[in-house]
Every structure is written in structure tokens, then in C-alpha cells.
């Protein structure tokens, strides 16, 4: 059985020279606190491999319920996980199942670090008003790196300019055109997390389970 305790972290970026510009760093760092003082957001990252698109989705509800969900190209179904609280529930193998204590416990945990706002994990350069999908955004862009692969890479995040809050994270190569290695799109209305109904009848904290 694949387990069902699952990383929830989505946002990294590439180690870079230190060309510090703290003012644009500081811009993205905190159009991210801003995110994580939302009553919800949903994020869902694509991150291109060698099987083809390995996606996941998280959704997060204060103040405690996070959704999880991973589509991997390797597999048949998804991989889904769901913390409230103190209960967490699986659904791994076509069905969800209600976690066991020591389970629980590390979704409440990995649920806990993923409400704080991610620090730049490199130095931005603001590049003012630009476009992507369509659309306006205000840009912040990092120098080109040498990513674990050895591509040479850029990430560009985008922040509503009415909001202020990041709407898209890419990294895409930075000498050829095609689909980015990684693309994390972030957004804020219409997201609810509910525990499977049949699990949810005469359910306790696990902690309190006799």
C-alpha cells in the first residue's frame, strides 16, 4: 500500500548567487503572508518528470483542514489525504479509510508547518507590470541558476495587482521554450473541505479514542 502520509510542501526554487535585491524579496515574501492570512486557498502544482506531469492539488480552510491530493503519471488513481482537526482520513486504494492515531498526528503537523508563509528560497528582481495567461500581473523574476538537473532556470512569480496575492509560481527554462518545469497556481474563492461522510458519523479525536 502507497503511504498515506504526504509532503505538503510545494513551493522551492533554485539555489542562486547571492545578488540580493531585499526590497523585491520582500515583496514576494510577503504577498505570501498575505496568502496564508487567507480564510482559504487552494494550490495546484504541476511539476514536469521523466513519466510525464506528476500534479498536486492542496487545499488549505482555516482554521484547521487541509486537503491533499496527488495524481502522479506512474499511477492509476490519485492519492488522497484530509486533515480536520484532530481526525485524518486516506483514500489510497479506491476508498477512504480513517487514519490511526500516530497517521493523524503527522497530517495535523505537516498541516500546521504549511499555514506558515513560505520564506524566497532566492533573490528577486521586480519586474513591474507584465503578462501571463492572459492577463496583468505585477512580476518578480529571478536571475538565471543552475537547477539540480543542470537546466539553467528562471522563476517568476505573479501577484494580482488588485489583491496582492500571488496568483502564479513558474520555473521554465531559461534557453528554450516548452512547457515550465514547475508551475504552482494559487487560488482564493469557492474552496471547502469535508470529511467523507460515512467516516464522519460518531467519529472521535484520535487522541480521545479508547
Not at 483514500?91 to 480513517?98: A, L, R, V
Not at 500516530?102 to 506558515?116: G, I, L, P, T
Amino acid at each position: 500500500m502507497r503511504s498515506v502520509v504526504l509532503s505538503l510542501a510545494v513551493i522551492a526554487a533554485a539555489a542562486l548567487p547571492a545578488v540580493a535585491d531585499d526590497k523585491c524579496k520582500g515583496e514576494v515574501e510577503a504577498a505570501f503572508v498575505k496568502q496564508r492570512a487567507q480564510p482559504a486557498f487552494r494550490t495546484v502544482a504541476t511539476a514536469q518528470t521523466l513519466n510525464g506531469p506528476l500534479v498536486r492539488t492542496i487545499d488549505f480552510v482555516a482554521p484547521d483542514a487541509i486537503y491533499n491530493k496527488i495524481e502522479s503519471p506512474t499511477e492509476e488513481a490519485p492519492v488522497e489525504t484530509i486533515g480536520i482537526g484532530k481526525w485524518a482520513w486516506a483514500n489510497t486504494e479506491g476508498g477512504w479509510e480513517e487514519q490511526p492515531p500516530h497517521n493523524a498526528q503527522v497530517v495535523a503537523q505537516e498541516r500546521d508547518a504549511y499555514k506558515v508563509p513560505p520564506k524566497a528560497a532566492a533573490d528577486f528582481s521586480c519586474l513591474g507590470k507584465v503578462q501571463y495567461e492572459g492577463k496583468d500581473f505585477v512580476g518578480y523574476g529571478t536571475a538565471v541558476a543552475r537547477d539540480t538537473d543542470g537546466m539553467d532556470v528562471v522563476t517568476t512569480v505573479y501577484v494580482a495587482p488588485d489583491t496582492g496575492l500571488p496568483a502564479y509560481y513558474v520555473t521554465k527554462s531559461a534557453k528554450s521554450e516548452g512547457p515550465a518545469k514547475f508551475v504552482a497556481v494559487y487560488s482564493y474563492e469557492g474552496i471547502t473541505i469535508t470529511p467523507p461522510t460515512e467516516l464522519l458519523a460518531g467519529s472521535e479525536p484520535s487522541e480521545d479514542k479508547k
